[in-house]
């Protein structure tokens, strides 16, 4: 098993930067990739970044260019660097870990981006 915990979520002002960070832990080997999903009140859930074990990455349209997605192997960690923030932004972003046909998923943590 595989345990995910997200960190970093906060209030931020429109054009802030916030840094969110997912750890991973447990039964580690074989996680193929990770990413990062959010999800509004009212609306789906949806893929914000995506990076694979060998770091190809994935972004949605309207994070491309302001969000950054990375990764530890080291520390098992992923990240997401998140600049110019706009308040349609606002979510709660979830950490999610694919190992072989399983998808892990953290406790999400709380982006709130307002004036």
């Known amino acids: 098993q595989v345990q995910l915990v997200e960190s970093g979520g906060g209030l931020v002002q429109p054009g802030g930067s916030l840094r969110l960070s997912c750890a991973a832990s447990g039964s580690i080997f074989s996680i193929n990739a990770m990413g990062w999903y959010r999800q509004a009140p009212g609306n789906q859930r949806e893929l914000v970044a995506h990076?694979?074990?060998?770091?190809?990455?994935t972004y949605a349209h309207s994070v491309k260019g302001r969000f950054t997605i990375s990764r530890d192997g080291a520390k098992n960690t992923v990240y997401l660097q998140m600049n110019s923030l706009k308040p349609e932004d606002t979510a709660v972003y979830y950490c999610c870990a694919q190992q072989r046909t399983y998808i892990y998923w953290g406790q999400g943590t709380q982006v709130t981006v307002s004036s």
């Open positions: 990076i694979t074990s060998g770091d190809d990455t």
